[in-house]
């Protein structure tokens, strides 16, 4: 069995700081001529700690995204109710150390494991004492003050805030998903729309109206994105993403799609007629349209995004 630099944890979003302990495998790994090993948890550990918990990155965006971006071989480990009821060392022994021959395992400063999170950077420090592996721990980081983790990330989308977000994660927030059809509502009053249904287990940013950056197989297109309820014309409360396009007006159902949250707008908030909405949806697209001649990202448009 070949012996790994191993990185463990969940790597929900796959920030910066996530970045950097995978970073930090590769660099060993190949100073040591060892292979890299990232292993994460199917599903993530806190659905089956505690109910509703939603991800920054669905299953196979974080799969996708980790492969394009560090070229790091993969292990998931099968996270279950028999799992979650082992002690920190029974873990170690009879799960990690019998499916991975680890030279090093790299962990975050708040990595916990074992039943009730009993295990921690100090129990991992202890095990690899007796000459099992080595161990490293990362310390926490941190960006102009503001703590890198996913907690945080949540914590600003919760607010709107995905510029600093953005900072945090190292790119855009975004939803993926296939395009849909919906009632074409949006066309009957002036506005095409692309529609998707917001991905079950994604976190929900702050529901409202965001300048957004959508690729499609034709190219990337700029628009004004609804994520909500849409309280004026629908009674029930699923969440559904809602696209208006700048400049581009073709079918594309059934289409593949990636939506970026490049800038809050406005709150999702109820009209009383349908004139008050159209004017509503002009006041955004005129919004979004400032955004994108007075800001960087008009650098971006002029570079063909």
């Known amino acids: 069995m070949n012996k790994y630099i191993v990185v463990l944890g969940n790597f929900d979003g796959v920030h910066i700081a996530h970045q950097e302990l995978i970073k930090n495998a590769i660099l060993i790994a190949k100073e040591l001529s060892l292979k890299p090993l990232l292993v994460c948890f199917n599903p993530h550990t806190a659905f089956i700690i505690k109910e509703g918990h939603r991800l920054i990155l669905t299953r196979e965006d974080k799969i996708n995204l980790l492969k394009s971006e560090f070229k790091i071989d993969i292990f998931e480990i099968e996270f279950n109710n028999e799992v979650a009821m082992m002690g920190y060392g029974e873990f170690i022994f009879n799960i990690l150390l019998k499916v991975v021959d680890i030279h090093t395992l790299i962990t975050g400063y708040n990595f916990r494991f074992g039943h009730k999170r009993l295990g921690d950077t100090k129990s991992l420090a202890c095990i690899s004492s007796s000459g099992k592996f080595h161990y ?120 593949d799609v990636k939506i970026e949250l490049l800038q809050f707008i406005r709150p999702e908030r109820k009209f009383g007629n349908i004139e008050e909405l159209i004017y509503q949806i002009n006041m955004d697209v005129s919004a979004a349209s400032f955004i994108l001649k007075n800001t960087c990202y008009a650098t971006e448009i002029a570079n063909n995004v």
């Open 136 to 255: 490293i721990c990362i310390n926490e980081m941190m960006l102009n003050y503001i703590p890198i983790s996913s907690s945080e990330v949540k914590r600003l989308l919760s607010m709107g805030a995905v510029g600093l977000a953005q900072k945090l994660l190292g790119r855009n927030f975004f939803i993926s998903g296939v395009v849909c059809h919906g009632k074409k509502l949006g066309a009957k009053i002036g506005f095409k729309t692309l529609n998707i249904e917001y991905p079950e287990n994604l976190y929900v940013p702050l529901l409202g109206v965001y300048l957004v950056l959508v690729s499609l197989n034709v190219g990337k297109f700029y628009g004004v994105a609804n994520i909500g309820i849409r309280p004026t014309l629908h009674t029930d409360n699923s969440i559904i993403v809602e696209v208006h396009l700048l400049e581009f007006d073709l079918e594309v159902y059934e289409e």
